[in-house]
């Protein structure tokens, strides 16, 4: 292709200039591309963090109040499968160490809908034991076996949870979670503090939800439903807008970028005005010089996206080992994506920096180029 | 046969200050074969005609005919073509691709044209403008004026055109190297190019068979020389 070959030796021919051109690229891929991984990497690093299930509606009591026995009757005539939560936060004594946890009362038949297990069993109906969450567990070295203090009560450790994750409903990676019957009776509570309402499909919350406000709160507001696929959608816009946000930092260098390529392209087709007359004038085609301008910004555009991208893969690294401290994000998909978006983006600002200064250059008359000085 | 024929051709230019007759009604013929020189001082119209009869321009009226192609209202790609397969340009500034060697030069009308075995007709054309191969992979830049004009000749031979155009080819040269070109220019005649050349230096003009003289944008006369 010769063509290609003049445009790759006139770029030789000015070294210096077209390195700061693909300088300007580089520096915008990488940006693009490592702003782009880090962002995607903070969003995974977050989901995996975030406990976050879009077919659960949480039904919290409006002001002081709990909800009543009878409430949650009304609900689960709505919901059939509702999980009533007590909660409140105590004292407990672990091996002769006190701290203030979380503790939650639930029904022994809900625990495994609810929780996940890694080590022992649920409780039993109408059992006086407790589980640990995974977290605490943890922190305080408890194995399942253990007994821990609580109030009057010592309740035996007979299971330690799998960790869940920061939720919207319970937090159970730092609680202790006894049977309904024993939070009565420690605690002399009634109502509950939440109920949990887990749906088949993510399609239905909003229809249930409505359900739920019509059938409790008709006279009076006395419940608060709430959709966590609302949560999961705002969270998900958040990272979306923060992810767009870099991007267009990225972009913004990009800019500068094609500018200053189309400053070099003006500048090349100004000063190779003759040469083009006498390649004009010897039988070469406007779209033959359109070809050889456009093969330019592509070179420029593909040398500075692949050197950017990669650049902008080692800073994604760098990030991910010293402040996340996982690399495994780099490898997803949505993470390559960024770095074929990186090279797409570094060329297509270099090609359509080039397409004026190309077409201006396939319209010179020959004659009038050939007397150009 | 002629190879190039100009009928009533007119070329005004437009300008800020009112029109301007460059050419004026110029009809002329050359015939396959010959060895012609254009003359005439500076502003009659020598350029004018350079560039019409080059394809690089058409007239504002009357018919151009190159080979047996009416070119007078041809579209810019079709102009390109015949420049390409038909004609052979020589300039007086050499003009050769600073980034392609010499031999790149000569071979670059057949690349553009699609020929095959450009590179050994490139080196055949070399040898027949008294190249030495050693100069086959030199830049333009490292070749002296002499050897530049005879890199230019074999490119505008490449494509094996009907005509040699050459507009003041010893204009930077001096006078022993001036007619050696001169002589292979003749050479290439000899062997049966049309060539056509554009001078204001009668000692150029003395090599050719007939001398079209321009005034004002017409021909104010012919010579032959017999």
Known sequence: MIFFEFARRNLARHKFRSVLAVIGIVIGVLAITALGILGNSVRLSASEQLHLIGNELVVFPYGDASISEDQFEQIEKVAAGAIPVKSGVDKVIFNEETALVSVYGLRSEDMPNLLERADGQFLKHGSSDCLVGARLADDYEVRVGERVTLKTQKPRIVGI????????????????????????????????????????????????????????????????????????????????????????????????????????????????????????????SRKGILQMFLFESLILGAVGGVIGAGLGFSVGYLVDVLILKEASYLFTASSIAYLILGVAFGIGTSVLSGLYPAWRASRLKPIEALRYE | ????????????????????????????????????????????????????????????????????????????????????????????????????????????PMRLKGLSGHEARSKELMWSVGLSEDLSENKPSELSGGEQQRVAIARALANEPETILADEPTGNLDSKTSSAIMELLREMNERGTTIIVVTHDPVVAAYTRKTFRLVDGRIASIESVT
Do not use: H, W
């Not at chain 2, 019409?52 to 018919?63: A, F, M, N, Q, Y």
């Not at chain 2, 209202?73 to 007086?92: C, H, P, S």
């Open chain 1, 161 to 284: 949870l799998q960790e869940r994750g920061i939720g919207f409903d319970i937090n159970p990676d730092s609680a202790i979670i006894i049977s309904d019957k024993l939070f009565e009776a420690l605690y002399e509570s009634t109502g509950y503090n939440l109920v949990i309402v887990k749906l088949e499909s993510v399609e239905e919350t909003e229809a249930v939800r409505t359900k739920i406000e019509d059938r409790l709160n008709k006279k009076e507001q006395v419940v608060m439903v709430m959709e966590l696929k609302m949560i999961v959608e705002g969270i998900k816009n958040l990272f979306n807008m923060i992810s767009l946000f870099l991007l267009g930092i990225g972009s913004i260098s990009l800019v500068v970028a094609g500018v200053s390529i189309l400053n070099v392209m003006m500048m090349s087709t100004v000063e190779r005005t003759k040469e083009i007359g006498v390649m004009r004038a010897i039988g070469t």
């Open chain 2, 1 to 108: 046969m002629s190879v190039v024929e100009l009928i009533a051709v007119t070329k005004v230019y437009t300008l800020p200050r009112g029109s301007l007759t460059a050419l004026d009604q110029v009809s002329m013929s050359i015939d396959a074969g010959d060895f012609v020189s254009i003359m005439g001082p500076s502003g009659s119209g020598k350029s004018t005609l350079l560039n019409i009869i080059g394809c690089l321009d058409t007239p504002t009226s009357g018919k151009v005919v190159i080979g047996d192609e009416d070119v007078s209202a041809l579209t810019d790609e079709e102009l390109t073509r015949i420049r390409r397969d038909k004609i052979g340009f020589v300039f007086q500034q050499f003009n050769l691709i600073q980034t392609l060697t010499a031999v790149e030069n000569i071979a670059y």
